[in-house]
């Protein structure tokens, strides 16, 4: 009883202080210290989306150096297309707490994106915050452990979302107080989300029919036929017959390849919105 008497007001004392300083820049590090005194956490990274707009990483925290290359620069550079937590999507994410199990596609612990962006970080475990401060602008706050951890438990999780009516709270102010009266820089090398988009939704359409484009992009974001088929609300032997179908004309023969193909296209697709990328992927000298 002491010791949870303890926790309490250390977690108590932790709130007073996030409240006074919501205006703050670096309230993010001190939302982190607050969680600790709970439940623990090493791997932090806050993410502001919006509407049209790339991601932008506001704070991170237990990111290992030689891993930034892959789990942060191409994340942003558009590889976040593929990721469950994309919030502007046909399938909007209502604020709340979620664990990555709860929100991904049945297939998407076998895909090359989570292989190459989750399996092969030092991670093992992420739970999501998702906090929507106003229309079209959500900031995504994603609390994970290395691998000398455990993951987390189901009273971890009971303990995550009891907290978060705080959580949401705070951030929201956040946003008031620090974020919404920024002019956030667009970077000359960034891209703008609308222009991966762009890319992303044009992949294949030199050589693909469009329902072949559709299947292409479920299969990429780690869906089964079967879940795509659910999607498309057509039968999972359709589905085949498509998958079949955009990897002969594709030359390709997995879905690994799929992702490869997809990746590298994506990196030489530049400004040209209204373009397939593999069309400049594929130009003598590009690949």
């Known amino acids: 009883m002491d010791k949870n008497k303890a926790v309490f007001t250390q977690w108590n004392e932790s709130v007073a202080e996030l409240i006074d300083n919501t205006g703050n ?154 974020w919404e009266k920024k002019t956030l820089p667009e970077s000359s090398n960034e891209p703008l989300r609308a222009e991966v988009e762009a890319a992303f939704n044009n992949f294949g359409a030199s050589v693909l029919t469009d329902r072949e484009r559709e299947v292409a992009h479920l299969l990429l974001k780690g869906h089964s036929s079967k879940s795509a088929a659910q999607k498309l609300g057509i039968a999972p032997d359709t589905v085949q017959m498509h998958r079949k179908n955009m990897y002969a004309k594709l030359d390709i023969s997995s879905q690994s390849e799929l992702f490869s193909l997809f990746i590298e296209a994506l990196s030489t697709a530049g400004s040209q919105t209204d373009a397939d990328p593999l069309v400049a992927y594929m130009q003598p000298g590009e690949n």
């Open 25 to 178: 820049e670096a309230l993010p590090k001190l939302l982190v210290n607050a969680i600790n005194e709970l439940v623990t956490i090493e791997a932090v990274m806050l993410v502001l989306e919006r509407r049209d707009k790339s991601p932008v990483l506001i704070y991170d925290r237990g990111i290992p150096n030689e891993e930034r290359a892959l789990y942060i620069d191409a994340y942003f550079s558009g590889a976040y297309l593929l990721d469950p937590l994309c919030l502007f999507t046909e399938d909007q994410i209502t604020p709340g707490v979620y664990p990555l199990s709860e929100i991904a596609p049945d297939d998407f612990y076998q895909s090359d994106y989570f292989k190459t962006y989750y399996q092969e970080t030092s991670l093992i475990d992420d739970v999501y915050f998702i906090v929507g401060p106003k229309e079209d602008v959500n900031f995504s706050f994603a609390v994970g452990r290395h691998h000398d951890q455990p993951k987390f438990s189901e009273q971890d999780l009971l303990l995550f979302r009891s907290i978060n009516p705080v959580v949401q709270a705070i951030l929201n102010q956040y946003w008031c107080r620090v």
